[in-house]
């Protein structure tokens, strides 16, 4: 049987979706002999996730700088809390690794934003929304492409928190930690796809039809 996809998900069905959140553990860093270790570690994987988070600016003309970088494997996610760290050294070692697989969303954003940090070449980095068209998906957020493949719903609601509060809160490990992993499970989706072949992609119309019952 034919896996479903959609040329554009339907947004008015994500809320009704069951939630999914990321499984592992999670470790936040705040000091350079601590990200040392946790650089090292994921040196050492065959695949990461990342995703940057920035306190938000509610003033015009005001900006912030990129105030977390959480980096998963599919076990273990680390939140480098880079108002405290800054973009060090080991770190920068990472960002330029060429071994590496790493998997971001919309990382033109994320590089300008993690380059207000420090500089650094890119290494070995895969952007989803460079492979999604492949398979005549439009949509190119995370949250519509999650839902897409996986009929699961990641929650955005504490994307608009305080990323520099002085401990972060559960919920916002959570959330970082969950949209860091879910680029790799989304790759890792996409490249089953592209080896079996066996998906059809349906235009935007057809998410009338999408039952909720039956996923």
């Given at each position: 049987m034919l896996t479903k996809i959609?040329?554009?998900?339907?947004?008015?069905?994500?809320?009704?979706?069951p939630?999914?959140?990321?499984?592992?553990?999670?470790?936040?860093?705040?000091?350079e002999p601590e990200a040392k270790k946790a650089v090292d570690y994921l040196m050492a994987q065959?695949?990461?996730?990342?995703?940057?988070?920035?306190?938000?600016?509610?003033?015009?003309?005001?900006h912030n700088k990129v105030a977390l970088f959480q980096v998963s494997t599919?076990?273990?996610?680390?939140?480098?809390?880079?108002?405290?760290?800054?973009l060090s050294p080991c770190l920068i070692r990472l960002l330029e690794d060429t071994k590496v697989l790493?998997?971001?969303?919309?990382?033109?954003?994320?590089?300008?934003?993690?380059?207000?940090?420090g500089e650094f070449?890119?290494?070995?980095?895969?952007?989803?929304?460079?492979?999604?068209?492949?398979?005549g998906i439009e949509d190119l957020s995370l949250q519509k492409l999650y839902a897409n493949l996986f009929h699961q719903r990641i929650s955005k609601r504490e994307q608009l928190t305080n990323w520099e509060n002085?401990?972060?809160?559960?919920?916002?490990?959570?959330y970082a930690a969950t949209d860091a992993w879910a680029c790799i499970k989304i790759y890792e989706r996409l490249k089953e796809l592209a080896s079996t072949q066996d998906y059809e992609t349906l235009s935007e119309g057809e998410t009338l039809n999408f039952n909720l019952a039956n996923q």
């Open positions: 959609y040329s554009k998900f339907n947004k008015k069905l994500i809320p009704a979706l939630r999914v959140v990321f499984p592992g553990r999670i470790i936040v860093i705040s000091a065959n695949i990461l996730g990342i995703d940057t988070e920035t306190r938000p600016v509610f003033k015009k003309g005001k599919h076990q273990v996610c680390f939140l480098f809390r880079l108002n405290r760290l800054g790493k998997i971001g969303l919309s990382l033109d954003d994320d590089f300008l934003m993690l380059r207000q940090r070449k890119k290494g070995k980095f895969v952007d989803l929304q460079d492979i999604v068209h492949e398979f002085k401990t972060l809160t559960e919920k916002q490990q959570l």
